[in-house]
């Protein structure tokens, strides 16, 4: 599980490695109120990178400005190259997205979802089918794929999701919350499927996660947000080495930074929009 951890140490963004994302002064407001304030961060090409932080920190925000969904504020970005808000078209080429919220139809089968992205992502007629089936299997949803979506499990279904965001092959993969409500079984295949997206085709993955295991298992960089802004950014082991305590965990170093996180917790927003998220795949 850990092998993708093995081979890296870093502090910044892996210097053998090109960036592959950056921001400068990334912020977002909603009215008066700053989500996102002025982030500063670069990703390697081929990193898992983990944004943390209590409900309401700011992760979905900055997620949906990166995958050109939401526009800054104010700063920038570049994806692979390309400007989110100049080159959004380019950019959303070169990325997948499985947000938050569900993003695969019950009522169709496993393939006609499938179909669905392959036709929004501009694939060629003639490769459709195969990559399809290439993504069913990298998913180990081919027995499942002409069965109705609302017949699945809640794994199945993030595998399905999941299959959706790499039909076009992305550079990048974004990935909210992808294990949100999985039972632990359900979580360690998702883990694993995204260590060998990155393997196999070196694909970058950047995700959220309330997860201190998660982080600390798949991701070779973590930051910590807290009320809009990163408060710190480095990897699991060095984070953990900073504390003063013996054998801290990655979850000590969550409320070293933030606090009890249950005392921080956003508003009821927030939370009825984790629930039912949650809900959804339970
Ligand atoms: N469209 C919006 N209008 C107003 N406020 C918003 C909007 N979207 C998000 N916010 C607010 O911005 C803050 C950050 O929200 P965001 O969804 O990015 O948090 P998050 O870190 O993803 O939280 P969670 O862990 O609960 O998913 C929250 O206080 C939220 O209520
Ligand atoms: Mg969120």
């Known amino acids: 599980m850990n092998e993708t951890k093995s081979d890296v140490s870093l502090i910044t963004a892996r210097d053998d490695r090109p960036i592959i994302l950056e921001t400068q002064g990334l912020t977002r407001k909603f009215h008066q109120f700053t989500a996102v304030d ?84 501009d694939i060629p007629h003639r490769v459709q089918r195969v990559r399809i089936r290439e993504a069913l299997e990298f998913m180990g949803l081919q027995e499942a794929a002409d069965r109705l979506v609302r017949t699945y499990s809640g794994g ?47 694909t970058t993955v950047f995700l959220t996660t309330h997860f201190m295991e998660e982080a600390d298992s798949l991701c070779h960089r973590v930051a910590i947000m807290h009320q809009g802004s990163v408060i710190v950014m480095d990897t699991p082991d060095r984070l953990k080495a900073s504390l003063a305590q013996a054998n801290p965990t990655l979850d000590d170093v969550f409320i070293h930074y933030t606090g009890n996180p249950l ?9 009825s929009r984790l629930r039912r998220t949650t809900q959804r795949l339970g």
């Open 38 to 121: 002025r982030l500063d961060l670069t990703v390697s090409s081929g990193e898992i990178f983990g944004l943390l932080g209590p409900n309401g920190a700011g992760k979905s925000t900055v997620i949906k400005m990166l995958t050109t969904l939401l526009p800054p504020t104010a700063g920038r970005a570049k994806i692979a190259g390309f400007d989110i808000r100049g080159q959004a078209a380019q950019v959303r080429r070169q990325i997948g997205y499985v947000p938050q919220s569900l993003s695969a139809d019950g009522t169709l089968t496993g393939y006609e979802n499938l179909l669905i992205f392959a036709k929004l992502y």
């Open 156 to 202: 199945m279904i993030r595998r399905l999701e999941i299959a959706q965001a790499i039909l076009h092959q992305p550079a990048v993969l974004f990935l909210d919350e992808p294990t949100v409500g999985l039972d632990p079984l359900a979580r360690s295949v998702v883990w694993e499927l995204v260590q060998q997206l990155r393997t196999n085709y070196g």
């Open 263 to 271: 005392e921080s917790g956003g508003t009821y927003r927030d939370t």
